[in-house]
């Protein structure tokens, strides 16, 4: 089956103890974007990649790191968590050349 | 600044009513416009729009472009209680990159 993958799907931690959040997708898709959705804010583009070896911010990069080493994993990853990045937290990928993404479900993080 | 913005921000209605949801936008190099449909879970992909003034329709769902206004309208009929949902809009805009800037969402919910 295709699908985007994420893990864990709930996590609750402390401020400044480091944590990755997992994503994987089986679709052979070259873009894959991190979100973060808040109430009242919407979906949120943290960092995204275009290919292996390419990544860029997207709006609300502070506090987050990202890596692509494979085309099929893009983890994100807190390096200091703060309270403010309690949130829930959706990866997407797509295809080159296609707008649709598709979304994995979701990981809801709380930051005590 | 690229924006996107949706109304209403809820909506309530009954069973078998049909909803227009509305989204806007002002961005640079418009794309294409997405539909998205997020219940307790991912986002969903729904539909997407290129050309003005063509509606694309799924069972009891449609959609159509206006580019002229930028603007955009989902149209459900009978609404069924399986409708309520978070229903985004979101834009691909600018460049090569293909991201995409999300609406903060419409909630819909249907009562029986």
């Known amino acids: 089956e295709a699908q985007v993958t994420q893990n864990p799907r709930y996590l609750i931690t402390v401020t400044g103890k480091k944590l990755t959040v997992t994503c994987s997708q089986n679709m052979n898709h070259e873009y894959m974007s991190w979100y973060r959705q808040d109430p009242g804010l919407g979906l949120r583009q943290i960092y995204y990649s275009m290919n292996v070896e390419v990544t860029d911010k997207g709006d609300v990069p502070e506090g987050y790191k990202v890596s692509r080493k494979e085309k099929r994993n893009f983890p994100l990853i807190l390096e200091s968590p703060s309270p403010n990045q309690t949130s829930l937290y959706f990866c997407?990928?797509?295809?080159?050349?296609?707008?649709?993404?598709?979304f994995g479900p979701g990981t809801r993080l709380t930051v005590l | 600044e690229d924006k996107v913005v949706q109304s209403p921000l809820s909506l309530v209605v009954h069973e078998g009513d049909t909803v227009t949801l509305n989204c806007s936008y002002e961005v640079t190099n418009f794309r294409s416009l997405l539909w998205y449909k997020q219940e307790k879970k991912a986002p969903t992909f729904l539909f997407m729009l290129t050309s003005s003034g063509i509606e694309k329709k799924s069972g009891r769902l449609s959609s159509i472009l206006d580019k002229k206004e930028l603007s955009s309208i989902l149209n459900i009929t009978a609404t069924q209680t399986g409708d309520s949902a978070i229903y985004l809009c979101a834009v691909n805009y600018g460049g090569s990159q293909g991201n995409l800037i999300f609406g903060k969402g419409t909630k819909l919910s249907v009562k029986p």
């Open positions: 997407a990928s797509r295809t080159s050349g296609r707008s649709e993404q598709f």
